[in-house]
Every structure is written in structure tokens, then in C-alpha cells.
């Protein structure tokens, strides 16, 4: 099972300021089958990005991934306040499918 | 326009089976290529993903609980079940049904997830 370790685990910023969160997986992930999700209290996850790099539908440029084989960046380029959330990554490449652990992004 | 949607029993009993239903709209699990997953989260807590059933009718699980899980489509109703045993208080979670498709795969993130639902394992 691969297993994804998510840094920091809280990331304390101020709106207008670049985030870089860190998803780092315990084998190779195949092809470039990693995806992020933001989650918002009470509410379900949505899909960011997929394939690594690829925004998913309405997803503003300012959302970026990165990476390759073990180490995958997402990067929001000017925190917006309806940035602050939970994110997730998630691989889907190798079964069992397997998610990290979060990064919380907060108001500093 | 892509809707699922969860049911089930908020409450259930240490030691029972669960059942959980995610009816879905817009999309049928008769088409290549699409594939619905159950994921779940504890209060406080990361997602899990729990298991997935694919147009084909092939089965993924989670590692974990791979002996406690089952789960079937029906296409004839747009329903995936997913059947969890032996209930117990870690399993206290909101429950979400999820898409993938692609149009040639499933190995592509989850689109569109339902709004889930809460699941309290209590005597």
C-alpha cells in the first residue's frame, strides 16, 4: 500500500500570499496518477487537480501541481480567502487507492 | 448534470452490518470506464477511501478492511451498496459515494462526490 505523508500539517498564511503544500509518497507513484482535494467544514471534498498537474473543471489558474514519482507540490500562487481549507492528496494508480493525511491552510 | 447521493442509518449498533446505498443521476455504471468508490472520514479526521466497483463489475478494497467490506452495483437502478460488518465506535464517519471516469479509465481523480452521509456505531 502506498502510503502518502502530507506537510506541514497546518499552514498559517495571510491572504495575498503564496502556499506550497507538500504530498510525499512511501513508493513510486505510477504514471502521474495523483490528484488533490480541497475540503471545506461540513462539506465534501472537490477535486483540484488530477494527472499531477491537470486543474479540474472551474478550477482557478491560481491552483498548480507539481511532481513526479515520490514528491508532488500543490501550490496556490495568491491565497484568495475561500483558499482556507483542508487539502488532500490522493493516489489512484495502485490499488488500494490511498489519501494523505491533510494540510490545513489557515488564516495566520 | 452528475449527482450522487448517500443513504443509510445514521445510528447503527456495535457488531451489526451496515449498509449503505449511493443512488446516482447523469452518468450510468453500464459505460467503460466509469467507477464508483466509497470513502469515508471520521470526525476530525483524514479521508479513507474504502472500495470501489467498476463498470465491469471488478472490486477494489481497502487493505485494512478488506474482510468486512462488500461491494455490488445495480445498474438497472443506479445504485451502488456498499455492506460494512462487525460495526464497531472507529467506524463513527461521514460516508461519501464518489465518481471516476474518464472516458478510457478509471485511474483519474474523483469528480463528483456526493454530500455523504453520518454514520454513529453506538449502543
Known amino acids: 500500500e502506498i502510503v502518502l505523508t502530507q506537510s506541514p500539517g497546518t499552514l498559517s498564511l495571510s491572504p495575498g500570499e503564496r502556499a506550497t503544500l507538500s504530498c510525499r509518497a512511501s513508493?513510486?507513484?505510477?504514471?502521474?496518477?495523483l490528484a488533490w482535494y480541497q475540503q471545506k467544514p461540513g462539506q465534501a471534498p472537490r477535486l483540484l487537480i488530477y494527472d499531477v498537474s491537470n486543474r479540474a473543471t472551474d478550477i482557478p489558474d491560481r491552483f498548480s501541481g507539481s511532481g513526479s514519482g515520490t514528491d508532488f507540490t500543490l501550490t496556490i500562487s495568491r491565497l484568495e480567502p475561500e483558499d482556507f481549507a483542508i487539502y488532500y492528496c490522493q493516489q489512484y494508480g495502485t490499488s488500494p487507492l490511498t489519501f494523505g493525511g491533510g494540510t490545513k491552510v489557515e488564516i495566520k | 448534470q452528475v449527482t450522487l447521493r448517500e443513504s443509510g442509518p445514521a445510528l447503527v449498533k456495535p457488531t451489526q452490518t451496515l449498509t449503505l446505498t449511493c443512488t446516482f443521476s447523469?452518468?450510468?455504471?453500464?459505460?467503460?470506464?466509469?467507477?464508483v468508490s466509497w470513502i469515508r472520514q471520521p470526525p476530525g479526521k483524514p479521508l479513507e477511501w474504502l472500495a470501489r466497483v467498476d463498470w465491469d463489475d471488478d472490486k477494489y478494497y481497502s487493505s485494512s478492511l478488506r474482510t468486512r467490506l462488500s461491494i455490488v452495483k445495480d445498474t438497472s437502478k443506479n445504485q451502488v451498496v456498499l455492506k460494512m460488518t462487525n460495526m464497531g465506535p472507529a467506524d463513527t464517519a461521514t460516508y461519501y459515494c464518489?465518481?471516476?471516469?474518464?472516458?478510457?479509465?478509471?485511474?483519474?481523480?474523483?469528480?463528483?462526490w456526493g454530500q455523504g452521509t453520518s454514520v454513529t456505531v453506538s449502543s
Open positions: 464518489a465518481r471516476q471516469s474518464s472516458g478510457t479509465s478509471c485511474r483519474v481523480g474523483m469528480d463528483v
Open positions: 513508493q513510486s507513484v505510477s504514471s502521474t496518477y
Open positions: 447523469g452518468f450510468s455504471l453500464d459505460t467503460r470506464a466509469v467507477c
